[in-house]
């Protein structure tokens, strides 16, 4: 395939996001990762998003090439935050910029879709699942809020891209406009595990040598970790020595799900381990690498992008069967999907994985080529020609 970002004509592509490096989620790092390869193919990109802690650097920073403006964000919605500058910093953006890149859901959606038709720029938007949140007046009203929003730029949008289409199906963000979706796989990035470290952190975890369940995730509602938690009432009938290790933050600000987990998870202190946020992805390698399973008990998740970072290191994954996150185990076979919401069902998946654990390994290059970075940033870069408009 041709390299398209060495042609002479080089885009400005301008990225609009709430959450930028250092913050770490599937979302953050996909946006960070096709930006940071079209730099290195020649683009000029820079990203919008919010200074959303005061340690941050104000105004303008260069990370990996990519130029990021942050905004003050004095108030908090939720998860998301007003920025009260961004409707000036915005237009002078996107003026400046040959194609806009929206990510959503994002509140500033609409707002950059009227700047973006008055200045007479096209915007390509990446629809990373649909806005769910706790059940409260407030998160009602803000569900109703932002998807208003979103309609008002897919209307106006050029392309919207989603992540499969078992998930666009279904997404009630994207069913409306089936017609302008175009489906690309998120960009995957990861080294290989090193075996050294890897047995050390079998050996810290579980020095006994029983089984070691992976989750990587923040610990929220709509991922339900309590049911891996809760799958250890199977598990232990035939590995009472079972660990279960979390990787990624579990005391969220905004909302109470490690709080009101507490009992459960007292209940079974003696099998947990909480690792925090991860932020090196060598580390998270040899963390894959180093747990036998990974189970993602999501209630709803559009891809599950550690599915295919845990495979490329290794390891089988169980997943909920629910639009989008199950593509992943489909497409490899490496893996058991199990019903929503099951807690049982998840420990006996656990179990047949862990009586035959070479009938769900896939080499390396197998799952790469099922889901290529090239190819990823290759889509992108396409569509964000076929909008581009000059400055």
């Known amino acids: 395939?041709?390299?398209?970002g060495k042609h002479p004509d080089r885009l400005k592509i301008l990225i609009a996001l709430l959450y930028y490096v250092p913050h770490r989620t599937g979302l953050t790092l996909h946006v960070q990762r096709v930006a940071e390869e079209?730099?290195?193919r020649g683009h000029e990109v820079t990203v919008?998003?919010?200074r959303y802690r005061m340690d941050l650097p104000r105004d303008e920073?260069?990370?990996?090439?990519?130029r990021v403006v942050r905004l003050w964000a004095p108030l908090r919605m939720s998860r998301g935050m007003i920025m009260p500058a961004y409707p000036w910093a915005a237009w002078g953006l996107i003026r400046q910029h040959d194609v806009v890149w929206v990510n959503v859901p994002l509140l500033e959606t609409a707002l950059i879709a009227f700047l973006a038709e008055r200045l007479g720029k096209k915007i390509v938007a990446t629809h990373h699942g649909d806005l769910i949140l706790p059940r409260s007046l407030l998160n009602a009203v803000i569900t109703w809020t932002m998807y208003r929003f979103y309609r008002y730029m897919a209307r106006r949008a050029g392309r919207l891209i989603g992540y499969s289409h078992d998930y666009a199906d279904v997404s009630y963000y994207l069913m409306p406009f089936r017609d302008k979706v175009s489906i690309i796989y998120p960009p995957v990035q990861i080294p290989e595990p090193q075996p050294e470290k890897v047995a050390a952190l079998r050996a810290a975890w579980n020095p006994?040598?029983?089984?070691i369940i992976g989750y990587a995730g923040r610990f929220v509602e709509e991922k339900r970790p309590d049911l891996l938690i809760r799958a250890l009432d199977t598990i232990n009938r035939q590995y009472p020595d079972a660990r279960v290790v979390?990787?990624?933050?579990?005391d969220i600000p905004y909302e109470s799900t490690w709080q009101r987990q507490q009992a459960l998870v007292q209940q079974y202190r003696d099998q947990l381990i909480f690792l925090g946020l991860i932020d090196n992805m060598q580390d998270m390698a040899n963390f894959y690498a180093a747990c036998d399973v990974l189970v993602l008990p999501s209630g709803t998740e559009c891809f599950g992008l550690v599915q295919v970072e845990a495979m490329?290191?290794?390891?089988p994954v169980v997943m909920t069967d629910i639009p989008g996150a199950r593509v992943v185990v489909r497409e490899t076979g490496m893996g058991r999907i199990v019903p929503p919401g099951d807690a049982a069902a998840i420990g006996r998946a656990v179990l047949e994985i862990l009586a035959d654990p070479a009938a769900y390994l896939k080499p390396r290059q197998e799952i790469e080529r099922k889901f290529s970075f090239a190819e990823t940033v290759d889509r992108y870069e396409r569509h964000f020609r076929a909008n581009a408009v000059r400055s």
Not at 208 to 211: K, L, Q, T, V
Not at 312 to 315: A, K, M, N, S, V
């Open 1 to 4: 395939m041709v390299n398209e």
């Open 38 to 40: 079209l730099v290195r």
């Open 48 to 50: 919008l998003t919010a």
């Open 61 to 66: 920073t260069v990370v990996n090439g990519v």
């Open 208 to 211: 006994g040598g029983g089984p």
């Open 246 to 250: 979390f990787a990624g933050e579990y």
């Open 312 to 315: 490329l290191c290794g390891t």
